[in-house]
Nanobody, 117 residues
């Protein structure tokens, strides 16, 4: 079992930066981890994910602005968000997969990111 806790959300002006962190209670070694977000009235979307081997993939709208990274020794995954715009406003969730799973099995409680114009 893995418990995930996000931190680092807040209010930032457009063009600014935030760094989100996801701390896992158990080992994330050999687990894919992803950052998802959900804006009011919109479905949840996968923003970025990183495989156990460090391969990364991003939502097109955040490519070049967001960077996901992991530190397995510290059981943490971070999302550096630069050049934020108002469309990035959402609750951001960290999620992890069980080994060999194709679904996101473990979720954090989410952290609010609000970008003001």
């Amino acid at each position: 079992q893995v418990q995930l806790v996000e931190s680092g959300g807040g209010l930032v002006q457009a063009g600014g930066s935030l760094r989100l962190s996801c701390a896992a209670s158990g080992s994330i070694f050999n687990r894919a981890v992803g950052w998802h977000r959900q804006a009011p009235g919109k479905p949840r979307e996968l923003v970025a994910h990183i495989s156990s081997g460090g391969w990364t993939n991003y939502l097109n709208s955040v490519k070049g602005r967001f960077t996901i990274s992991r530190d397995d020794a510290k059981n943490t995954v971070s999302l550096q968000m630069n050049s934020l715009n108002t469309e990035d406003t959402a609750v951001y969730y960290c999620a992890a997969k069980r080994l060999y799973s194709t679904s996101w099995d473990y979720w954090g409680q989410g952290t609010q990111v609000t970008v003001s114009s």
